[in-house]
């Protein structure tokens, strides 16, 4: 039942995508540089240039660092823009679209730092919460995880939640990976790296 239900949902998620949009499975040992992955957002575009589409089932956490650099500084046309937050990594939940469910961490660059926010879908009720601020070309631990109907979020050794609409122990949808937007593309190329701490 579970396979029947990721199946019809991939292919939504692909008729949803832009159609110039290619997506690719990629070995996690590709553009490895000290356990780190490169995530490159090209400047006009939106996705990464190597996501990838990852089922997620039976796990209960998504744990990695996370290396930001002089490139992640940008400044948006619209100076309102600047406050929309970019995605980092996570995952669509409950079996639904990321539209739907999902919780991920994200980011944008605001009065001079990097700001990380917990970004979350509830049955389609979008939310955002502003956890920290990091430091460019600092690696930094950040844990996902779940407790009862919640999604729990670790940076810096502090714990932060987030309602969850779905009471199931594990994760059950895609992983979801680097996106700037918002409102505009990337206004330059964007890199973003990347250490996985769980097995996909």
């Known amino acids: 039942m579970r396979f029947c239900t990721l199946t019809i949902l ?15 499975i990629i070995k996690k040992q590709d553009n490895i540089e000290d ?4 995530y490159l957002i090209k400047s006009g575009n ?4 190597n996501d990838s589409i990852v089922i ?9 660092m996370v290396i930001f650099d002089s490139s992640c500084i940008y400044t948006n046309v619209d100076t309102n823009n600047q406050y929309d937050v970019n ?26 730092s990097i700001h990380i926010y917990a970004y979350c879908y509830n049955n389609e ?13 600092t690696p930094y631990l950040l844990k996902m995880y779940l407790r009862d109907n919640q999604y729990c979020f670790s940076l ?3 714990e932060y939640t ?27 190329n964007i890199l973003i790296k990347i250490k996985y701490l769980y097995k996909l």
């Open 10 to 24: 991939f292919s939504l998620l692909f008729i949803s995508c832009n159609k110039n949009k290619e997506h690719s």
């Open 35 to 38: 356990g780190f992955v490169d």
């Open 46 to 49: 939106n996705f990464c240039e």
């Open 56 to 64: 997620l089932d039976y796990i209960d956490s998504l744990n990695f």
């Open 87 to 112: 995605k980092l990594m996570g995952f669509s939940d409950c079996g639904t679209h990321h539209q739907v469910n999902s919780a991920r961490f994200g980011w944008n660059w605001l009065e001079g």
């Open 125 to 137: 009720i979008r939310d955002f919460k502003l956890l920290d601020t990091v430091s460019l070309n």
């Open 156 to 158: 810096k050794n502090k």
């Open 162 to 188: 987030m309602s969850r609409h779905c009471s199931d122990n594990k994760i059950f949808g895609y992983q979801l990976f680097p996106y700037f937007g918002g409102d505009e593309t990337a206004p330059h």
